[in-house]
């Protein structure tokens, strides 16, 4: 039977020093970053709300003013089965000047049948289809072919949106003139899995409250692909997308790199449908983690020398994403080393402290994302599962992340990702892409 006052009379007993040495990798990297910094800056967020309450009220008047007409794309393969549900939702926004570009990227289901009768009905203002899959970048650009609009909105075709979710995504754009681009708040719909229970808490910690984060530093990275809006000019300026996978962060740089702004807009709330088994989020994990070796060591390696666009907020950016998702993965395997050698003796007392430690600061954090959350009620079922968030970041997306660094970096296995067709990865191999 375990024994809590020997096992916290230990750890009392050894001093705070031997604690450092011991934790040193917790310490030194994972509580001040995740956990101290980040809820500084959310506090200081939290104190400013009313001051950019404000000069929110005032973009939001002009947009409303201006009117702008919106281009709405929405490129996908077999999303038969969602496209309705999007149409619906998008239907159901406040803010209605816009038209709907639904692209079947080469469907074997029924997509071209639903497309044309959402079309013909009137629900979408245009249907497009690419006969031979090109894969998501072709099917974006196809789209922006045919765009009107003077702001372009990518979606994710399985995806539902808040009622206020387009209108409060164009508003940054009103804010600041020099934003090209603007993230949404993406989170987990139906987490109905253990899988999808963990994404969900993932979602908040990662995007919902970790981009407010990175967008108040000046180092957001990336737009995601599912909810995502940009300038037309600056789309047009930087050429669109370029074949992924990777092509969200990709067109996220591009667009940093021409001078514009990016920023997270946390209001902008879109529920996205994730991987509801291990094995499916897997594939999806290593798909992403390819792609941060792909365009951020490998295609954009640029932005980490100095040249004639160099910025030190882009240098940043770059240096703070490859630190913390790969070289501390890396790292991590020299602490267990560090521990196995010279503790062995005391693995059974290191272990469950450990885990202590971070199921401690993973409440905190749920504290700071529950202050945050516009679904608090809804949310709060997530609080029971935040213990095997230790096991599911900390091992699962660990183990999963440094096997597809190293698949990426020596075998360039993204290019062989049956989730872009064969020849657009060959074109992109052979430009570089």
Not at 138 to 154: D, E, I, P, Q, T
Not at 230 to 248: K, N, S, T, Y
Not at 371 to 387: D, G, H, I, N, T
Not at 399 to 416: G, H, M, P, Q, V
């Amino acid at each position: 039977m375990f024994d809590f006052d020997e096992f916290f009379g230990y750890w009392y007993s050894v001093g705070i020093w031997k604690i450092s040495r011991v934790f040193w990798y917790f310490l030194c990297f994972e509580l001040i970053r995740y956990t101290l910094i980040d809820t500084f800056i959310l506090l200081h967020y939290k104190l400013t709300d009313k001051r950019r309450k404000e000069k929110w009220e005032v973009a939001r008047q002009a947009l409303w003013n201006e009117m702008p007409f919106v281009s709405i794309i929405a490129p996908g393969k077999n999303e038969g089965k969602h496209i309705y549900k999007l149409v619906k939702s998008l239907n159901e926004q406040t803010y209605r000047n816009v038209e709907i570009i639904i692209v079947d990227d080469g469907s074997d289901d029924k997509t071209p049948t639903i497309g044309r009768s959402l079309e013909k009905a009137g629900l979408i203002d245009l249907f497009l289809r690419n006969d031979a899959r090109g894969g998501k970048a072709s099917g974006a650009n196809l789209a922006l072919r045919y765009c009107k609009g003077k702001y372009v909105l990518h979606m994710d075709a399985d995806c539902s949106f808040d009622y206020h979710a387009v209108e409060n995504i164009l508003i940054p754009f009103y804010v600041n003139k020099k934003v090209g681009g603007v993230g949404g708040n993406v989170k987990i719909r139906e987490a109905d899995t253990l899988a999808s229970k963990l994404q969900a808490i993932e979602y908040l910690k990662s995007i919902s409250t970790g981009r407010i984060v990175t967008s108040y530093l000046g180092i957001y990275r990336i737009i995601s692909g599912a909810f995502g809006a940009f300038e037309m000019d600056a789309l047009r300026q930087v050429g669109g997308w370029d074949i992924g996978p990777g092509l969200d962060g990709d067109i996220t740089v591009k667009l940093r790199k021409s001078g514009y702004k990016i920023v997270f807009e946390p209001s902008a709330v879109c529920l996205t449908t994730g991987p509801k088994t291990f094995q499916a989020l897997w594939k999806q994990r290593s798909r992403w983690s390819r792609s941060i070796v792909r365009f951020r060591v490998r295609k954009h390696k640029d932005v980490l020398t100095p040249h004639k666009g160099f910025t030190w907020s882009n240098f940043l950016s770059f240096v703070e994403n490859i630190f913390y998702s790969i070289f501390l993965d890396f790292k991590w395997i020299t602490y267990f080393f560090d521990v196995a050698i010279h503790y062995s003796r005391f693995l059974d007392l290191i272990l469950p402290f450990n885990m202590v430690l971070y199921v401690l600061t993973g409440y905190l954090q749920m504290f700071v994302i529950y202050a945050f959350s516009e679904r608090k009620k809804e949310e709060m079922v997530l609080w029971p599962y935040v213990p095997l968030m230790v096991l599911y970041t900390g091992w699962f997306l660990r183990a999963c992340n440094t096997l597809a660094y190293i698949r990426e970096y020596f075998y360039k296995s993204s290019y062989k990702d049956p989730w872009n067709p064969l020849k657009s990865s060959q074109q992109a191999l052979k430009y570089g892409y």
